[in-house]
């Protein structure tokens, strides 16, 4: 563990959509992941039983008061990125969707994995890498 690591930290980033199920059942297929919570304003999704990520419908506020402005682009500066370790079997998956694909799959020298860049029905910039 790193010097200022808290342990037990587990990230479960939340982004807002215009349509939960939809956007729920693209991520489901994507990621070969599973509803935790589903419904119209709120879904957790699932990998092996651990939560992923979170979508929240954009025009709810619940108790915490919206998490975007419907104003301004959803997604400006941010990239989802995710590791997958099946990756050609995700690639297959998106190449089967009309999902936007923005860089095709490729190396990354810095990293030295491959990598494929699409966008999400939200217009969220979503990164599937291999281990």
Same mark, same amino acid.
């Given at each position: 563990? &790193?010097?200022?690591?808290?342990?037990?930290?587990?990230?479960?980033?939340?982004?807002?959509?215009? =349509?939960?199920?939809?956007?729920?059942?693209?991520y489901q297929d994507l990621l070969g992941a599973t509803s935790g919570h589903g419904g119209p304003e709120?879904?957790?999704?699932?990998? =092996?039983? &651990?939560?992923?990520?979170?979508?929240?419908?954009?025009?709810?506020?619940?108790?915490?008061?919206?998490i975007a402005d419907p104003d301004r682009p959803l997604g400006n500066g941010v990239a989802l990125w995710?590791?997958?370790?099946?990756? =050609?079997?995700?690639?297959?998956?998106?190449?089967? &969707?009309?999902?936007?694909?923005? &860089?095709?799959?490729?190396?990354?020298?810095?990293?030295?994995?491959?990598?494929?860049?699409?966008? =999400?029905?939200?217009?969220?910039?979503?990164?599937?890498?291999?281990?």
């Amino acid at each position: 563990m &790193t010097k200022n690591a808290l342990p037990g930290v587990r990230p479960q980033p939340m982004v807002a959509v215009a =349509d939960v199920e939809q956007a729920g059942r693209w991520y489901q297929d994507l990621l070969g992941a599973t509803s935790g919570h589903g419904g119209p304003e709120y879904e957790q999704l699932l990998v =092996d039983g &651990t939560m992923i990520m979170q979508l929240h419908r954009l025009e709810i506020g619940h108790h915490h008061g919206a998490i975007a402005d419907p104003d301004r682009p959803l997604g400006n500066g941010v990239a989802l990125w995710f590791e997958i370790p099946a990756f =050609d079997a995700a690639v297959e998956r998106i190449r089967r &969707t009309d999902a936007q694909i923005v &860089t095709d799959v490729h190396l990354n020298p810095n990293a030295g994995h491959r990598e494929i860049w699409l966008r =999400d029905l939200d217009g969220y910039l979503v990164v599937i890498a291999e281990p």
